[in-house]
């Protein structure tokens, strides 16, 4: 039934096949972005919402971390000025500490003041130091409501014996009042109250007022202890004001004398909501926004840690767009928590001593929750319930539902648009599309029987003509190519029969060598070449590489092969002037075209332990002592083959008596590999430490394990360059059976089988 199918659709027309493929690349795409639209309103709530949603959660994250960061920076700066006042105080009162009492100034002391008289006579109401319910409730006296601007005033010690002292000091700090005046006008309602408090007991303050509790005494005050213990400037808040019971920041130092000894501490107070007024917590996301103020304290109701609030904003005004602080009051109030499990992960995100934000249920709803440090266990916590922080993606989500619902009945008429056009075009275009493509198909067919000949000879007046054009340039291209590709697999033969077919035989020494080239032919060389000296058999071992690679390369290489072979057979001439015959006449074939040959020349004495070489550019041989473990290298002056006439090339010899030596040369396809093709070099280093790890090993094992660790190195990438070496080692036990070398070696060059590589 397939078979039936598929031969129907053969035989439809080319209009109809280019119908129906318009249809299929055309209409079906839409219909399907229909279906897909369908689904898109199906899981934009998962997909969509869940993506806009947490960005908006990060940027909300971020805004509410830097309100509260923001509310922290405030109150540090406001700490900076506190402190500058203190120091300025603290200054004034030690100069003053060590000048003599004033005698002529009228000292007003806590128990004179009297409202009801009144005594001092610009006593007025002050809203900001009437005391709280709570501590009217407790002391049952709100005298502490009436100040003096006009006057400082002291409290004296309750013992009689400190009373003495404390009044001559107190005739000391009066001095201050001018400095307490100005300060006050400087500063109005952000200074609440600076005072000093003396080692004998006395308390001088500014502005004077009274309602201290009986039994008072500054030095058993935490702003007074701390300062002494700590010796430097303190931070204490909340602390509770003895006299209105309300909250307050403060600050104070201690206060040196002559000696250096600590005589009291000076002090100052701000209101609490005074002071965490100077922030701004509008937030962009949110109208329901919360700040507090919270430190960590142990909480007696579940005796585990946990944040006691000190102070909260609520909403205020007609529009509920107005904040304002309230105090934490006389009864303890507590950040609170849905179980122990999420109070623990809160309470360690916020003693990490770095800002944060989290998404958590508050008070039983989800909010985003950051906060700030501050102050040793003190924090600002920033609270906005999540569904506000989503107002933004419901819009969003609800204009989408829109858009989609729109776009799905466009597609809906544009697909029948498209198809109604699509029926048309195609008629149009199989009348002028099958005749050009009919004839291209018959010359494709000419072509594919080996006609490179053939020809197409038409015009459309467009991109068809390009593509007649190219065809027509198709034959004798690939006429061409193949006739290069026939010469490159004959030159890749000839190159491949002009390598050694095996390893000469010399008796104590393993000889082997390798070639890798990166194209069909390449300039890389290596040879052996059997001579005499005196009546000594001579092994010599000559490795090339020609400057670049390729056809070019490999004719170079064939020329510097025939003509080393040729002066081999003059056996009286010496290496370095064999060298610079053949170096001479190259000069003079590739004067102009600047390609050379680099070469490294090593004859081996079958009776003698001296090895004699000629270095012409090449890189030098390396050299393995097994005794030492060290390396060394058979270096020599010399420039590439080819370079100029007339040089002449220096000959050097070493004598290698240890058994197990290895001889090392190569080209620099092998330490200039690259890791995957373009990593690190492959390096002589790795050579190093590859023949030093085999060194027991056979020379032909050697090369391989070297061949090997430069193709796992490139990861199995194609050579960049080609790869060749050839390694000697000597064994005295290699060839016993080779003294006659002449015999062993007469079929050196003519043996095909067993080729190395």
Same mark, same amino acid.
């Given at each position: 039934?397939?078979?039936?199918?598929?031969?129907?659709?053969?035989?439809?027309?080319?209009? /109809?096949?280019?119908?129906?493929?318009?249809?299929? +690349?055309?209409?079906?795409?839409?219909?399907?972005?229909?279906?897909?639209?369908?689904?898109?309103?199906?899981?934009?709530?998962?997909?969509? +919402?869940?993506?806009?949603?947490?960005?908006?959660?990060?940027?909300?994250?971020?805004?509410?971390?830097?309100?509260?960061?923001?509310?922290?920076?405030?109150?540090?700066?406001?700490?900076?000025?506190?402190?500058?006042?203190?120091?300025?105080?603290?200054?004034?009162?030690?100069?003053?500490?060590?000048?003599?009492?004033?005698?002529? !100034?009228?000292?007003?002391?806590?128990?004179?003041? &009297?409202?009801?008289?009144?005594?001092?006579?610009?006593?007025?109401?002050?809203?900001?130091?009437?005391?709280?319910?709570?501590?009217?409730?407790?002391? #049952?006296?709100?005298?502490?409501?009436?100040?003096?601007?006009?006057?400082?005033?002291?409290?004296?010690?309750?013992?009689?014996?400190?009373?003495?002292?404390?009044?001559?000091?107190?005739?000391?700090?009066?001095?201050?009042?001018?400095?307490?005046?100005?300060?006050?006008?400087?500063?109005?309602?952000?200074?609440?109250?600076?005072?000093?408090?003396?080692?004998?007991?006395?308390?001088?303050?500014?502005?004077?007022?009274?309602?201290?509790?009986?039994?008072?005494?500054?030095?058993?005050?935490?702003?007074?202890?701390?300062?002494?213990?700590?010796?430097?400037?303190? /931070?204490?808040?909340?602390?509770?004001?003895?006299?209105?019971?309300?909250?307050?920041?403060?600050?104070?130092?201690?206060? $040196?004398?002559?000696?250096?000894?600590?005589?009291?501490?000076?002090?100052?107070?701000?209101?609490?909501?005074?002071?965490?007024?100077?922030? &701004?917590?509008?937030?962009?996301?949110?109208?329901?926004?919360?700040?507090?103020?919270?430190?960590?304290?142990?909480?007696?109701?579940?005796?585990?840690?946990?944040?006691?609030?000190?102070?909260?904003?609520?909403?205020?005004?007609?529009?509920?767009?107005?904040?304002?602080?309230?105090?934490?009051?006389?009864?303890?109030?507590?950040?609170?928590?849905?179980?122990?499990?999420?109070?623990?992960?809160?309470?360690?995100?916020?003693? !990490?001593?770095? @800002?944060?934000?989290?998404?958590?249920?508050?008070?039983?709803?989800?909010?985003?929750?950051? /906060?700030?440090?501050?102050?040793?266990?003190?924090?600002?916590?920033?609270?906005?319930?999540?569904?506000?922080?989503?107002?933004?993606?419901?819009?969003?989500?609800?204009?989408?539902?829109?858009? @989609? @619902?729109?776009?799905?009945?466009?597609?809906?008429?544009? %697909?029948?648009?498209?198809?109604?056009?699509?029926?048309?075009?195609?008629?149009?275009?199989?009348?002028?599309?099958?005749?050009? =493509?009919?004839?291209?198909?018959?010359?494709?067919?000419?072509?594919?029987?080996?006609?490179?000949?053939?020809?197409?000879? +038409?015009?459309? #007046?467009?991109?068809?003509?390009?593509?007649?054009?190219?065809?027509?340039?198709?034959?004798?291209?690939?006429?061409?190519?193949?006739?290069?590709?026939?010469?490159?697999?004959?030159?890749?033969?000839?190159?491949?029969?002009?390598?050694?077919?095996?390893?000469?035989?010399?008796?104590?020494?393993?000889?082997?060598?390798?070639?890798?080239?990166?194209?069909?032919?390449?300039?890389?060389?290596?040879?052996?070449? =059997?001579?005499?000296?005196? #009546?000594?058999?001579?092994?010599?071992?000559?490795?090339?590489?020609? @400057?670049?690679?390729?056809?070019?390369?490999?004719?170079?290489?064939?020329?510097?092969?025939?003509?080393?072979?040729?002066?081999?057979?003059? !056996?009286?001439?010496?290496?370095?002037?064999?060298?610079?015959? %053949?170096?001479?006449?190259?000069?003079?074939?590739?004067?102009?075209?600047?390609?050379?040959?680099?070469?490294? $020349?090593?004859?081996?004495?079958?009776?003698?332990?001296?090895?004699? /070489?000629?270095?012409?550019?090449?890189?030098?041989?390396?050299?393995?002592?097994?005794?030492?473990?060290?390396?060394?290298?058979?270096?020599?002056?010399?420039?590439?083959?080819?370079?100029?006439?007339?040089?002449?090339?220096?000959? !050097?010899?070493?004598?290698?008596?240890?058994?197990?030596?290895?001889?090392? =040369?190569?080209?620099?396809?092998?330490?200039?590999?690259?890791?995957? #093709? $373009?990593?690190?070099?492959?390096?002589?280093?790795?050579?190093?430490?590859?023949?030093?790890?085999?060194?027991?090993?056979?020379?032909?094992?050697?090369?391989?394990?070297?061949?090997?660790?430069?193709?796992?190195?490139?990861?199995?990438?194609?050579?960049?360059?080609?790869?060749?070496?050839?390694?000697?080692?000597?064994?005295?036990?290699?060839?016993?059976?080779?003294?006659?070398?002449?015999?062993?070696?007469?079929?050196?060059?003519?043996?095909? &089988?067993?080729?190395?590589?």
């Amino acid at each position: 039934m397939a078979l039936k199918k598929l031969t129907l659709i053969h035989r439809l027309s080319l209009r /109809w096949k280019l119908f129906l493929t318009l249809v299929l +690349f055309s209409v079906l795409p839409i219909c399907g972005t229909l279906i897909t639209v369908e689904q898109l309103e199906t899981d934009i709530k998962e997909y969509l +919402f869940e993506s806009t949603r947490n960005d908006l959660v990060k940027q909300a994250s971020l805004s509410m971390e830097n309100i509260a960061v923001n509310f922290a920076e405030n109150l540090e700066s406001s700490e900076r000025m506190r402190r500058v006042i203190i120091d300025v105080v603290s200054l004034t009162s030690q100069n003053l500490m060590e000048m003599p009492p004033s005698v002529n !100034s009228k000292l007003l002391f806590s128990e004179q003041i &009297n409202p009801t008289l009144p005594y001092p006579a610009d006593l007025v109401v002050d809203p900001q130091h009437a005391p709280t319910r709570e501590h009217m409730v407790k002391y #049952g006296s709100d005298i502490s409501k009436y100040i003096s601007l006009g006057n400082m005033a002291f409290y004296l010690p309750q013992k009689q014996a400190e009373q003495a002292a404390a009044k001559r000091e107190a005739e000391k700090l009066i001095r201050l009042l001018p400095l307490f005046k100005e300060l006050k006008k400087s500063c109005g309602s952000f200074l609440y109250k600076v005072y000093i408090g003396t080692k004998s007991g006395l308390l001088a303050y500014y502005p004077a007022h009274a309602g201290f509790p009986e039994g008072y005494d500054p030095r058993k005050r935490i702003w007074y202890r701390l300062a002494v213990e700590k010796k430097e400037i303190v /931070w204490r808040a909340p602390v509770t004001d003895i006299s209105t019971g309300k909250l307050l920041f403060t600050v104070s130092a201690p206060l $040196y004398g002559a000696g250096n000894e600590i005589v009291g501490v000076v002090g100052l107070d701000i209101l609490m909501e005074q002071g965490l007024s100077g922030g &701004n917590i509008t937030a962009a996301w949110s109208n329901n926004a919360r700040l507090i103020l919270a430190e960590e304290a142990d909480d007696t109701r579940t005796g585990s840690a946990g944040l006691r609030i000190i102070a909260h904003t609520y909403k205020r005004g007609e529009n509920n767009e107005e904040y304002s602080w309230v105090m934490g009051g006389a009864k303890e109030r507590w950040v609170t928590f849905e179980n122990d499990e999420l109070k623990a992960k809160f309470m360690n995100a916020v003693a !990490s001593g770095t @800002s944060g934000t989290l998404l958590m249920p508050w008070e039983g709803v989800s909010c985003l929750v950051a /906060w700030a440090p501050f102050k040793d266990n003190s924090y600002f916590i920033a609270v906005v319930p999540e569904d506000d922080v989503m107002q933004l993606t419901n819009k969003i989500l609800a204009y989408l539902y829109w858009a @989609s @619902s729109a776009q799905q009945r466009i597609v809906e008429i544009a %697909v029948v648009v498209i198809i109604f056009l699509t029926f048309f075009f195609a008629i149009y275009a199989s009348q002028t599309i099958s005749k050009p =493509m009919n004839l291209m198909i018959d010359a494709f067919k000419e072509l594919a029987q080996g006609n490179f000949g053939a020809r197409v000879d +038409f015009k459309t #007046g467009d991109e068809r003509d390009t593509l007649v054009e190219t065809f027509n340039r198709i034959g004798p291209q690939l006429e061409h190519l193949l006739e290069t590709q026939q010469a490159l697999d004959v030159a890749q033969g000839i190159q491949e029969n002009l390598l050694p077919a095996r390893s000469p035989k010399l008796p104590g020494w393993q000889i082997s060598g390798a070639i890798r080239y990166c194209d069909q032919t390449g300039g890389d060389y290596y040879d052996y070449y =059997m001579t005499a000296c005196d #009546g000594e058999p001579v092994l010599s071992v000559v490795v090339g590489d020609v @400057s670049g690679h390729g056809v070019a390369s490999a004719l170079l290489m064939t020329t510097a092969r025939a003509l080393l072979r040729v002066h081999t057979e003059c !056996s009286r001439i010496s290496a370095s002037r064999r060298v610079s015959q %053949v170096s001479n006449l190259l000069a003079q074939d590739v004067h102009g075209t600047g390609q050379f040959m680099t070469l490294f $020349y090593l004859e081996i004495m079958q009776h003698s332990n001296i090895v004699r /070489w000629v270095r012409a550019g090449h890189d030098p041989a390396i050299v393995y002592l097994p005794e030492q473990d060290d390396f060394i290298e058979l270096r020599g002056k010399g420039l590439p083959l080819g370079v100029i006439e007339r040089f002449e090339y220096e000959e !050097s010899e070493i004598e290698l008596s240890q058994q197990g030596t290895i001889i090392f =040369m190569g080209t620099d396809g092998i330490w200039e590999a690259r890791k995957g #093709g $373009y990593g690190d070099l492959f390096g002589k280093e790795r050579v190093r430490d590859i023949i030093r790890e085999h060194a027991t090993k056979t020379a032909e094992e050697i090369r391989d394990y070297v061949l090997d660790a430069v193709e796992a190195w490139q990861k199995n990438i194609p050579n960049a360059d080609d790869v060749t070496l050839v390694v000697l080692k000597k064994d005295k036990t290699a060839n016993e059976g080779c003294q006659d070398t002449t015999i062993c070696n007469s079929d050196f060059f003519m043996q095909e &089988n067993d080729k190395n590589e």
